[in-house]
């Protein structure tokens, strides 16, 4: 019998890393790959009450069908921080930018609209309402200060950018952990973005948005805490040798 490929010891986060395809699976089964990432498999099924030999099986059956075809996902690990960090800023970044004001206004009206008979839609607004101020501050920090002291440092080395970095990164993983918690909280309010019966446009319309923040931001999360970051940590290891 075969050995898998993937082994329930490996990191979520490694996995989609290596396996990009394979992010649709745990989107599935809402198992946070970018927050959560660096967890083991193993670990991350048993707390979620999930069946393991049945989800390697799955998991396993996805990545031998991807190594059967030509590679068409992109392998991120392969390409350099700058390349990485413009993907980030043009696609995820921009796409924060352009979308979060938009949100805004959908959540708002359904909360108006339809929060006395749906409670739950001033949760969600509020909810929401903090994770647009996280992270719109967040991009700040990323665009302004930590990928040019990573680029900056992976180019001379000096010990006081690596250490000014380092202290970035830590906050915005904290920051993270927020924001994956607070996607947590919006699936949990709305009972994974259920519709009620007799939805109007807008409502169907701001939580199909929100799904797809949701999963642009796990892409987002994920490029970042790991791949980008560790392979800054990765470069100053090397650097201590």
């Not at 006395?116 to 101020?133: C, G, K, N, W």
């Not at 202290?167 to 904290?174: D, K, Q, R």
């Not at 939580?207 to 999963?215: C, P």
């Amino acid at each position: 019998m075969q050995s898998p490929v993937v082994q329930s010891t490996a990191s979520v986060g490694e996995i989609v890393a290596e396996y990009p395809n394979t992010s649709n699976l745990f989107k599935e089964y809402r198992i946070d790959f970018c927050c959560g990432g660096g967890r083991p498999l193993s670990e991350v099924l048993a707390e979620s009450g999930l069946d393991e030999p049945a989800f390697l099986e799955r998991l396993n059956a996805i990545v031998e069908a991807s190594n059967r075809t030509p590679r068409t996902d992109i392998d991120w690990r392969t390409y350099e921080s700058g390349q990485l960090i413009r993907h980030i800023q043009d696609t995820h970044h921009a796409f924060l930018r352009s979308e979060l004001p938009v949100l805004h206004e959908f959540v708002t009206k359904i909360k108006n609209v339809h929060g006395p008979r749906h409670p739950e839609l001033v949760e969600l607004h509020t909810l929401y309402t903090s994770m647009r101020a996280e992270l719109e501050e967040h991009l700040v920090q990323e665009e302004e200060r930590v990928f040019p002291l990573i680029l900056e440092y992976e180019r001379t080395g000096e010990e006081a950018l690596k250490r000014r970095a380092g202290e970035t990164i830590a906050v915005l993983e904290a920051d993270h952990s927020r924001v994956g918690e607070i996607l947590r909280e919006m699936r949990r309010v709305t009972a994974d973005y259920t519709l009620p019966e007799g939805a109007c446009r807008t409502y169907t319309v701001s939580f199909q948005k929100l799904v797809q923040l949701e999963s642009d931001l796990f892409e987002h999360i994920h490029l970042e805490n790991n791949i980008l970051f560790p392979r800054f940590e990765e470069h100053c290891s090397c650097g201590e040798e």
